[in-house]
């Protein structure tokens, strides 16, 4: 039904066999809560409320979810890579764009091509704060480290 590179599986090196299917999924949903949010075509949450009554219908409800997917968001990215390991993202992401812009692939004077380029680019770094602790583990063989202080 799915492709094979999206089913693979691998074993961990306790037996466990983990799909690559999780990494795609997260990409997916990272986009779908970057582009969901603000995208430059206007079909977005925030075109949404501002369209309307705030306290009509279901709009504070959204308002709420949407809050919250964010406030998870944030937290990922600060739990798995830290403030100095987003700044080091966004640098690397912001390296990137600027290397495409002197190879003429984007055009900085063109504001839906950058308004398009600014959404993925944050929905990039949210999947790279959701998957970070994952590919730090599959690196170095450790999830995390507590700091432990010398008395």
């Known amino acids: 039904m799915l492709p094979d590179f999206l089913t693979k599986t691998n074993k961990t090196k306790k037996g466990k066999k983990e799909s690559h299917l999780r990494w795609w999924v997260t ?15 206007g079909h977005h949450f925030i075109h949404y409320i501002s369209a309307q009554d705030i306290l009509s219908g279901f709009t504070p409800f ?11 968001a944030f937290k990922s990215i600060l ?13 690397i992401i912001l390296a990137f764009i600027w290397g495409l812009q002197q190879y003429g692939v984007l055009d900085f004077s063109n504001a839906t091509q950058m308004g398009w380029t600014g959404t993925i680019s944050m929905g990039i770094i949210i999947w790279i704060g ?22």
């Open 27 to 41: 990409l997916l949903l990272s986009l779908a809560l970057a582009i969901g949010t603000w995208n430059p075509l």
């Open 62 to 72: 959204a308002i709420l979810i949407m809050i919250g997917l964010w406030i998870l």
């Open 79 to 91: 739990q798995s890579i830290g403030f100095s390991g987003a700044i080091a993202t966004i640098l």
């Open 130 to 151: 959701i998957n970070a602790s994952i590919i730090w583990k599959t690196l170095t063989g450790v999830y995390a480290t507590d700091t432990v202080e010398s008395e």
